[in-house]
């Protein structure tokens, strides 16, 4: 980077971080209502409790809600960014335990579908803002929008949240047999969230493994579930993570756990294709 002295270390790494080190999470859903932004920002707080240093996005950048969702008012956001106005670096919000928020903006139809140069500003801006983390999580808006897309195959791993409804089923095999046959994605993680019981959960997943293992060839690895809990709406009313104001409760519980696992995984430093974010760091570093 312009400006950055980088020396090799014992690892054989630059003195910034290289791209093993950030992990590239998107996390996205077939239909609303699931509540994957939720479950973004638990995931969030739970990494940072595992540990980690942690970049939340919210790539629904017509419709964001993560600075709502924990009660943050943001002076700029991504439409600055992607305008030219700002750097990533200005939009930056602190949340609860130290995660980072990059706010979205609400209400701008004009970037429901980004443009190639804005596709290019952001990659250069994440690039240079990732520096300080461990890992990066993308929430997307729901459905399979080009925006959708463009951030799930921008990532290492795509985790597909859905709650037991039907709809939610169908929807979230839609956004995978798009990804998979379009953008030749070939796994995915998948949580159910909401569930009523393990059982619950457990039927959910088998019926979407059904049909993937029918229709499509992919690998579905099942990350378990976030109960249904009365504590998550009491949370939410009040602006806060549940893992953050009760720590105790089922979800949280599950938050923690899932924090732990997720904290495990290993980025890789081969790139699925040529839009993966952050990928750029590792060619200058050759």
Not at 71 to 100: A, W, Y
Not at 162 to 173: F, K, Q, R, V
Not at 227 to 245: C, E, F, I, K
Request: aromatic share 6%; charged share 20%; net charge neutral.
């Amino acid at each position: 980077m312009d400006g950055v002295v980088m020396d090799r270390g014992a690892s054989g790494c630059l003195a910034v971080p290289c791209l093993s080190q950030v992990q590239v999470i998107t996390v996205t859903s077939g239909k609303g209502g699931v509540g994957k932004t939720n479950v973004v920002v638990n995931l969030a707080l739970a990494l940072a409790k595992a540990g980690k240093k942690v970049l939340v996005m919210d790539a629904d950048l017509g419709l964001g809600n993560i600075d709502v969702l924990l009660g943050l008012v943001p002076q700029f956001t991504l439409e600055h960014v992607l305008r030219g106005d700002k750097r990533l670096s200005d939009i930056l919000l602190t949340g609860p335990g130290g995660i980072g928020i990059l706010p979205a903006s609400s209400g701008i139809p004009q970037l429901t579908a980004l443009t190639q140069e804005q596709q290019v500003i952001l990659q250069d801006e994440l690039d240079r803002l990732a520096q300080s983390v461990d890992l990066l999580l993308i929430d997307t808006g729901a459905g399979i929008s080009a925006n959708v897309t463009f951030f799930a195959v921008g990532a290492q791993e795509i985790i597909v949240v859905l709650s037991p409804e039907p709809t939610s089923l169908t929807d979230a095999y839609a956004v995978m047999k798009v990804l998979s046959t379009r953008y030749r994605e070939r796994r995915f993680r998948v949580l159910v969230n909401m569930a009523k019981s393990q059982r619950d959960a457990a039927e959910v997943f088998r019926k979407l493994v059904m049909a993937t293992d029918r229709f499509l060839n992919v690998s579905v690895d099942s990350l378990g579930f976030i109960p249904a809990d009365d504590y998550v709406p009491m949370a939410v009313s009040q602006q806060r993570a549940v893992v953050d104001l009760y720590p105790h409760s089922p979800a949280s519980r599950e938050f923690l756990r899932l924090g732990n696992l997720v904290a495990q995984w290993t980025p890789s430093l081969v790139p699925k294709g040529s839009v993966q974010f952050l990928w750029q760091r590792l060619v200058r570093q050759q």
